[in-house]
């Protein structure tokens, strides 16, 4: 098994390689800096990253290149693509690649989506998602533009309204160990809960908030007026610390905290990449086919990440 890292000098990226190579998987890093890269790819020319491909059994994105043609490319080659991205549009789109796709891989998806399939596949729905960032964090600015992309953006919600992003908050209860301050989450399009609400035809509804107060108001503020985003801080203010979280109906929860969100992303697609069943993917397939909680616990605990089931 040979895993080509698309972005692997990044935030994400960068993680990944080492925890891969931890485990003495043979890794290659993949981007425009010929300083950095093992191998150069241009993604901006998805129809030319053939050459890259040789030799490799997966391809893991963690550039924030959004373009199906570099699955696409993968498929034609029997090369398992994974994706760490969250945007529904473009998620959905993979849904559609024939070949070999494995979604939602990550901390959200990823993390939240395995917690919420657990809570579902029990029983236990609706479900609600909160995801807990840390605004101070400095990701790559793939991450950054995500968010403020979203600002002004409308999805459709389970009840068949549409709902603004950073709109309707929510309140929601963190545990204490989890050191993260309390104030109300905002409805945010997360690719999962449109997946999960199809899959278990009970309603899923995703909520994001930033560790810092000013930072979360700012983009509540920002949706009704997204034109200034351009005004918006490329760094927030806050921290580094993280806390997910899936909240049944009936008040069950699972829920993890952390430092690091791109560690912790990069730790949930190791534990996607170094399974065996991802090697045997033939078609479109979502981390919740793959992976359960459980088994990810010792992982998780050995990256400082602490995982509860109330």
């Known amino acids: 098994m040979s895993v080509l890292v698309l972005g692997g000098y990044g935030a994400v990226g960068s993680h990944l390689v080492s925890l891969l190579r931890a485990q003495e998987v043979p890794v290659i890093t993949a981007g425009r800096d010929p300083a950095r890269a093992d191998r150069v790819v ?7 990253v053939g050459d890259a491909l040789t030799g490799v059994s997966t391809v893991v994105n963690c550039a924030g290149t959004e ?3 570099l699955a696409e490319a993968c498929a034609e080659r029997g090369i398992v693509f994974v994706e760490i991205s969250a945007t529904s549009e473009y998620v959905q789109a993979l849904e559609g690649v024939d070949g070999p796709v494995v979604l939602g891989v990550g901390l959200a998806p990823g993390l939240t989506t395995l917690f919420a399939a657990d809570l579902l596949a029990q029983g236990h729905g609706p479900v609600d998602i909160m995801i807990g960032l840390g605004s101070g964090e400095h990701h790559g600015a793939a ?5 403020y992309r979203l600002l002004g ?5 389970p009840d068949g309204t549409t709902v603004r992003n950073f709109t309707a908050p929510a309140r929601f209860a963190i545990p204490e160990e989890a050191a993260y301050p309390l104030f ?3 409805r945010a399009d997360f690719a999962d809960q449109h997946r999960l609400t199809r899959e278990f035809s009970v309603p899923v509804r995703s909520y994001l908030r930033m ?7 700012g983009l509540a ?3 009704w007026a997204p034109a200034l985003r351009v005004l918006a801080p490329r760094h927030m203010p806050g921290g580094d610390r993280w806390v997910v979280l899936a909240r049944a109906a009936d008040g069950q929860t699972r829920s993890a905290t952390g430092r690091g969100q791109s560690l912790a992303t990069a730790a949930v697609a190791a534990a996607v990449v170094l399974e065996p069943a991802h090697r045997e993917t033939t078609a479109p397939t979502w981390i919740h086919q793959l992976l359960e909680v459980g088994p990810l616990r010792r992982d998780l ?3 400082g990440i602490i995982d509860q089931q109330r």
């Open 143 to 147: 991450a950054t533009a995500w968010t």
């Open 184 to 186: 109300p989450a905002l």
């Open 301 to 303: 605990a050995a990256r």
């Open 211 to 217: 560790d810092s107060r000013l930072a979360t108001a």
């Open 67 to 69: 373009d199906i043609r």
């Open 221 to 223: 503020a920002l949706t």
């Open 153 to 157: 953006q409308r999805f459709a919600d």
């Open 42 to 48: 241009d993604l901006t020319a998805p129809n030319r």
